[in-house]
């Protein structure tokens, strides 16, 4: 969890493309990690060390910057389009901030703290297989023994991991871009921004314009709607006229991710007023950050993982859905790219 933090913290210190004078007092450190990384992918690339292949394709979904860029939703409406497609998807993951390190299935009623917040969110909104590990060949292959029907996987958070093989990427920028296009500590880049787009690769921009000079699609995203807490584990789905319904009311919105303000902005655009909470990524909920007897909060599904499931008394817990789709030209793009490496 602490990883998790100081990511979420760069993420709001170096957003911005002005290098200040705290980035170049770290730079000497960005580039001994830059050094490191390039070493590390050097002994992968000369067969220093092996990555190893799952036995279906995998297609990775990652971005280069610390902090949340929008990969949950993307892998959630990829494997959608997988399934539109006719194929039968699973999900491989850390499972970030979770107890334990071996592999195991996440369900649909397993506790965030076992399996990790964001596996959680996918299997519950897919229903599509999950399976966590530290080591995602692990994962990979306890999920395809325990799933033989499953003939592609889809790798969250992996796009640093290259221990594990991959077919295809899918790589999500925000409106951050590359920030002020340094190395961590001095910058939010986990590696560095290639002249080109990788071979067999494609980028998806979750935001209003592309912010690296890479082509790419932009992400179709809005507001599904809302559901209470305790309606929403049940497996209701979300309406846009509960949403509307709390135009006027006295809120409180509360976020633990990596961009917060996102999610304000988008409740702001349908027209809530609120007091605006935000919280550190990953945030545990194991104390309430809204004060007791608060009347309506709402909450975004993967702060709603890790509430309880009964609701709270006096509080009406309001979970917020996002509504996110693949723009049509990168779907056809990926699923021949997927194609193509099937034949081979």
Not at 61 to 89: E, Y
Not at 124 to 141: D, F, G, K, L
Not at 249 to 278: T, Y
């Amino acid at each position: 969890m602490a990883a998790g933090r100081f990511e979420s913290a760069l993420t709001r210190a170096w957003w911005r493309p002005d290098r200040s004078a705290l980035a170049w007092l770290l730079w000497p450190l960005s580039v001994c990690f830059r050094a490191l990384s390039a070493l590390r992918r050097l002994a992968y690339a000369s067969g220093v060390l092996r990555a190893q292949r799952a036995p279906v394709p995998v297609i990775v979904v990652g971005n280069l910057v610390a902090g949340g860029a929008g990969k949950t939703p993307a892998v959630i409406a990829l494997v959608q389009a997988l399934r539109d497609a006719g194929h039968v998807p699973g999900v491989i993951s850390r499972g970030h901030g979770r107890r334990g390190a071996h592999a195991l299935p996440v369900l649909g009623d397993s506790r965030a703290a076992a399996v990790g917040d964001e596996p959680l969110l996918i299997r519950r909104r897919t229903h599509a297989p999950v399976w966590v590990a530290r080591r995602r060949i692990e994962a990979a292959r306890g999920l395809c023994a325990a799933q033989p029907q499953v003939d592609v996987l889809v790798a969250d958070d992996g796009l640093q991991h290259l221990a594990l093989q991959r077919d295809v990427q899918l790589i999500v920028f925000d409106e951050r871009g590359i920030g002020n296009g340094l190395m961590l500590p001095a910058g939010p880049l986990r590696e560095p921004l290639p002249a080109h787009v990788p071979v067999n690769s494609h980028v998806l921009y979750n935001a209003a314009h592309p912010s690296t000079h890479w082509p790419g699609a932009l992400a179709q995203r809005g507001l599904a709607g809302a559901v209470p807490l305790q309606d929403w584990w049940r497996g209701a789905a979300p309406q846009l006229e509960a949403l509307q319904a709390l135009r006027g009311r006295p809120l409180v919105a509360a976020a633990g991710m990596a961009a917060p303000q996102r999610f304000f902005a988008m409740l702001r655009d349908a027209g809530l007023q609120f007091e605006a909470l935000p919280l550190g990524d990953h945030y545990a909920f194991d104390r309430l950050p809204w004060p007791p007897g608060t009347p309506d909060v709402l909450v975004t599904e993967k702060d709603a993982v890790k509430l309880p499931r009964d609701g709270f008394a006096g509080t009406r817990v309001w979970v917020v859905a996002l509504d996110f789709r693949l723009p049509e030209e990168l779907r056809t793009a990926l699923l021949d790219n997927l194609r193509r490496v099937r034949r081979r």
